[in-house]
């Protein structure tokens, strides 16, 4: 219950104490939705840029494979 006060009086600015029971758990629902929403966007932007990076990763390796020549040919 203290996290949740802490929670409520840092991200709405409201001290939890004056709330009724019902406010105190809409407040929570709220932050709970909040959080939910931004992680959402978060992962789907690491996915992004972790597969774009991927990508390019694994672009270089098969030039760099496609720039050797062929095993048992050295030197011909």
Request: proline residues 5%.
């Amino acid at each position: 219950m203290q996290k949740i006060d802490a929670v409520i009086r840092v991200h709405f600015k409201e001290n939890p104490e004056e709330l009724s029971d019902e406010d105190w758990a809409k407040r929570l629902q709220e932050w709970v939705y909040v959080n939910r929403v931004q992680n959402n966007a978060q992962e789907r932007m690491f996915e992004k840029t972790f597969r774009k990076v991927l990508f390019e990763v694994v672009s270089e390796v098969f030039k760099a494979l496609n720039k050797k020549p062929p095993p048992g040919r050295k030197g011909k």
